[in-house]
């Protein structure tokens, strides 16, 4: 009973020391995680953003802007994301078949692009020269078949508006 207590006292005294320590606080803040496609996005002053200017869409045709990234005429501008270094990701959705939209790209840019994967499908389209010292992501058209093993399309959330996207298109325009 005796070698009992010893040990039992012992052992209280060896941890006791743990239980004193406090942890000190960490000294950089967590991360702040980036959105995934489709989540809202709040600018750092918090206060929402501009819709009309955050969504308008690219134009194409002769009426486009020298530069402007030719966006298919029945893709629907889905979001915007910052893409790092001044770039950012847009977001649109078509209900036209995958095969469609990359010979869209295909004729259009003049380019056989290059397929990522086959399955699910996905196609990329370099729009310009990558530089690391300025650029996030080089850019691109990048298409996703998002109907894929049975899926039944990309699903886009707009407030309480759903809609599903047999095809998506994401763009990184060249700076």
């Known amino acids: 009973m005796k070698n009992l207590a010893i040990v039992v006292l012992g052992s209280l005294l060896m941890s006791s020391p743990a239980w004193a320590q406090n942890t000190p606080p960490p000294t950089t803040p967590p991360p702040v995680p980036k959105p995934f496609p489709g989540a809202a996005q709040t600018p750092p002053d918090g206060k929402p953003a501009d819709k009309a200017a955050a969504t308008a869409k690219p134009q194409t045709g002769p009426e486009a802007q020298p530069g402007a990234t030719p966006i298919h005429p029945r893709a629907e501008l889905l979001d915007t994301f910052d893409a790092g270094h001044g770039q950012q990701y847009i977001i649109y959705g078509s209900d036209l078949p995958y095969v469609t939209i990359v010979d869209y790209y295909k004729k259009l840019l003049r380019t056989g692009g290059n397929e990522i994967f086959r399955t699910p499908a996905m196609h990329r389209f370099d729009l310009g020269r990558f530089d690391d010292e300025t650029m996030a992501y080089p850019p691109s058209i990048v298409v996703k078949d998002y109907t894929w093993n049975g899926s039944p399309g990309y699903l886009h ?11 998506i298109i994401q763009v990184v325009p060249v700076k």
């Open 157 to 167: 959330v707009d407030g309480s508006a759903e809609k599903r996207y047999r095809t």
